[in-house]
């Protein structure tokens, strides 16, 4: 499985937790007093339990069938003694963080990040758990790929495109008063792209040849949560915010040597990257139905 395919599952497990947190977790008393009343449209009501049966009847088998498959990665693993080290976790944060990560898909927190990676290189070992791959193979792949394992210095950076250097002065001042960035992304950004997401323009590198080079040099003298004053870009000003910096960093073979046996295992056993695979293990039933019917 390429990084890409791995960073979707990381993805759709974020959506996941956002709609596990609504169908699950939801209040009976969303509007204290309304009863169950989540909703009013002029003289009309949506009551809590609509909402959640349409939840349901849109999100349901998949949001309960991908509840089924952490549960049964995690049990499995226990059941084959696969553990994962914090540093194979750190790892595979700071490649997915530094190259392939984009604005609005990140999960929420660190924490989320860590769950979802885990359950990912989880599946992977367990699904490859019989499969032997030679250590010339190994390093073959190493060579061919270093470009993987070599990762550039990264700045997960918000910014605010204005069109003057006077726009610009009032939107720094506003954010030392207290004003939100994103928000002020959003009404005042001419970067339509970055605006929508509230100024986020994810993890960018020197390299990157969509970033101005003047944002990333503003960047670099930042510490986390600090912002710039303006900066003159090609298309007018920019204020540049940084979330985090990521130090480069180049791993050598022994340090991905496992990473590389999955991969190499996984595409020559050419199967879906499924925990279906287990269900019939774990002994799963469902309220879909059987453990078969995947």
């Known amino acids: 499985m390429d990084k890409k395919q791995l960073w979707y599952i990381i993805a759709g497990l974020a959506i996941l937790n956002a709609i596990t947190l609504v169908m699950l977790l939801a209040k009976p008393a969303i509007l204290e007093g ?16 609509q909402w959640l ?20 990665v995690r049990q499995m693993a226990e059941e084959y003694g696969i553990k994962l080290s914090d540093k194979a976790v750190e790892r595979e944060l700071t490649i997915y963080k530094a190259m392939y ?15 979802q990676i885990k359950y990912s290189l989880l599946l ?52 030392k008063d207290g004003s939100s960035f ?20 994810g993890f960018v590198t020197e390299e990157d040849e969509l970033i101005s080079p003047e944002v990333i040099s503003a960047a670099k003298s930042l510490k986390p949560e600090e912002w710039t004053g303006p900066v003159k870009v090609e298309n007018g000003y920019a204020i540049v915010y940084l979330h985090e910096k990521l130090a480069g960093k180049k791993y050598s073979f022994k340090e991905v040597k496992n990473q590389i ?6 595409e020559q056993m050419d199967i879906p990257v499924s925990a279906r695979a287990f269900w019939n293990d774990a002994k799963v039933s469902w309220f879909y139905g059987e453990a078969s019917k995947k």
Request: aromatic share 6%; no cysteine.
């Open 34 to 49: 309304k009863k169950e009343t989540v909703a009013e449209i002029g003289k009309e009501s949506i009551t809590r339990q």
């Open 53 to 72: 049966t349409e939840l349901e009847e849109r999100y349901g088998q998949e949001t309960l069938r991908d509840l089924i498959d952490q549960e049964v």
């Open 101 to 115: 990560s984009s604005p609005g898909n990140e999960p929420k927190s660190e924490e989320k990040w860590k769950q």
């Open 124 to 175: 992977e070992e367990l699904l490859t758990k019989d499969v032997q791959v030679s250590d010339e193979d190994m390093k073959a792949f190493y060579e061919q790929n270093k470009n993987l394992f070599d990762v550039p210095a990264s700045y997960h950076l918000s910014q605010i495109i204005v069109e003057t250097k006077q726009e610009a002065e009032s939107a720094a001042k506003e954010l």
């Open 182 to 201: 994103a928000a002020l992304a959003m009404e005042r950004s001419i970067d339509e792209f970055s605006a929508n997401e509230g100024g986020d323009i």
């Open 261 to 266: 046996r999955r991969q190499i295992a996984l």
